[in-house]
Structures are given as C-alpha cells and as structure tokens.
C-alpha cells in the first residue's frame, strides 16, 4: 500500500504519459478490497475523476476502469458515494456514450456498478444515462 499515494500524486500532477500509466496502475492494484479503501484514503478519487473528466483517450480510459474498479463489490459504497459526490457520473455518462470503444466498456462498468445505490440510480438518470 506504500505505493499508493505516489501514484495518487502522478494521477493528478504528473506529466500526460505518468497520469495514464498511474491511473491504469491504480486499476489494477483496486482488484483488491484492501487498496480500494486505500485508493480512497489516499485521495485518488477525484483526480481519476478529473482525468475521465478532461483527459486524453488513454487516461480517460484508465481512470473509467480504476472508478469502476475502486465501485465494485458489495462491500465499496462509501467509494460509490464518493465518487458520485466527486462529480463522476457527468464524465462516466459522456464516456459510455461517446468515448472510444474501450472507454465505453469501463464507463458502463462503472455505471452500473454506482446504480447500485438508489441515490446514485437516480443521479445517473439525471444525467441521461438509461440501463
């Protein structure tokens, strides 16, 4: 987990290709439930949010699939909660329906893994996402 934090800070602040290559690390290293919470903790969410907000292909991409990763499992709704409150569901709608193939499979992910919480359902709704 001592890794975490440093790639929180390359998602937000380092240069275009470490923002990808961060944002796809903290992807994979969310599988775990451990390091979801740890993403979380460490302050990872809003800058994948911003990254699948007004990134390149690439780190919109990766930053749909940590969002999606960090929301999965029963056990994650104080992550869905965050992220919805981060303002993810705008860029995570814009990316189901227009990103490139890749970024919609991860956005939709996301989406229907955050409707999970009826809140969150409605927000998405909102947003003009239709399941």
Do not use: C, H, M, Y
Request: proline share 2%; no cysteine.
């Amino acid at each position: 987990a001592g890794g975490i934090a440093p790639l929180v800070a390359l998602a937000r602040d380092g240069t275009e290709a470490q923002k990808e290559n961060a944002a796809g690390a903290l992807r994979n290293l969310a599988a775990s439930d451990a390091n979801k919470v740890a993403i979380a903790e460490a302050g990872g969410i809003a800058p994948l949010v911003a990254l699948a907000r007004g990134g390149t292909d690439g780190q919109k991409e990766q930053a749909a699939g940590a969002l999606a990763e960090l929301a999965a499992g029963s056990l994650n709704d104080d992550n869905k909660v965050a992220i919805a409150r981060a303002g993810g569901i705008a860029p995570l709608v814009a990316l189901a329906r227009g990103g490139t193939d890749g970024q919609k499979v991860f956005a939709a992910r996301a989406l229907w893994t955050l409707a999970r919480i009826a809140d969150i359902r409605v927000a998405i709704a909102n947003a003009g996402w239709r399941f």
